[in-house]
């Protein structure tokens, strides 16, 4: 018996999408820190996914890990998700990078339904 919003584990299916960016990419567009959404024309578009859900109803589960270098000290380091062309960031983040030979990781994370989308 299944209680209401529980997942058949016979009909329950995971798909996964990944890449990896593992060459040295310079961006030299900044991604502002204001109290605004981020848009898709600020920042520098570094890796790209395509997720083709089997089902309008599906949560969508989107992590992105990324290991970023800082070339000054004292810097914010921002990373956003957008969809297609949609001008708002769906989510986004940022980390502070202490130093110019530093290396930081910067983690987003965002569960979203894949009808929004």
């Known amino acids: 018996m299944l209680r209401r919003g529980c997942i058949s584990p016979a009909t329950a299916r995971l798909l996964k ?3 990896i960016q593992t060459a040295l990419t310079t961006l030299g567009t ?3 820190l204001d109290n605004t959404i981020s848009q ?3 920042g520098d578009e570094f890796l790209s996914v395509a997720i083709t859900p089997t089902n309008a109803s599906s949560i969508l589960r989107i992590t992105v890990t ?3 270098g800082c070339a000054s000290a004292n810097t914010n380091v921002s990373i956003a ?3 297609d062309a949609t001008a ?3 989510n986004a983040t940022r980390t502070f990078c202490g130093g ?3 290396a930081t990781t910067v983690t987003l994370q965002l569960e979203v ?3 929004s989308t």
């Open 81 to 83: 998700l957008f969809v």
């Open 30 to 32: 900044i991604l502002p």
């Open 66 to 68: 990324a290991l970023v």
């Open 40 to 42: 898709i024309t600020e």
């Open 17 to 19: 999408s990944s890449a």
């Open 100 to 102: 110019s030979t530093f």
């Open 88 to 90: 708002n960031a769906l």
């Open 113 to 115: 339904s894949a009808g």
